[in-house]
């Protein structure tokens, strides 16, 4: 079943894959906050979703789970690296981590 991560209000991602999750950061000890979500992007979403990542600055939004923290890009891969070619689809692995203070 598909769920909606919204990022910063803006990028609504229909998840074929979700989960959370907290990890101890190593550094200051404090519990934060993971969503790892697994997506499509065809070429014309391509050039959109790209630029928008590269902004690594996130207010993730969970609406399903009532899961909503501000994040960062903690793993990013994707399965074609030029989606600017017609009617291409890649699959998306993206996990974002709360921000520490």
């Not at 990028?11 to 959370?20: D, F, G, P, S, V």
């Not at 014309?44 to 590269?54: G, Q, S």
Request: overall charge negative; proline content about 3%.
């Amino acid at each position: 079943m598909k769920q909606t991560v919204i990022l910063n209000d803006d990028l609504k991602i229909e998840a074929t894959n979700l989960y959370t999750d907290e990890v101890v950061d190593p550094q200051s000890g404090k519990k934060r906050k993971t969503v790892h979500v697994d997506f499509k992007v065809t070429s014309e979403d391509y050039h959109r979703v790209a630029t928008f990542l590269y902004k690594n600055d996130f207010d993730v939004n969970v609406p399903a789970l009532n899961v909503r923290f501000p994040a960062t890009i903690q793993k990013y891969t994707t399965s074609v690296t030029n989606l600017y070619k017609e009617n291409q689809v890649g699959d998306y692995s993206l996990t974002l981590i709360e921000k520490s203070d």
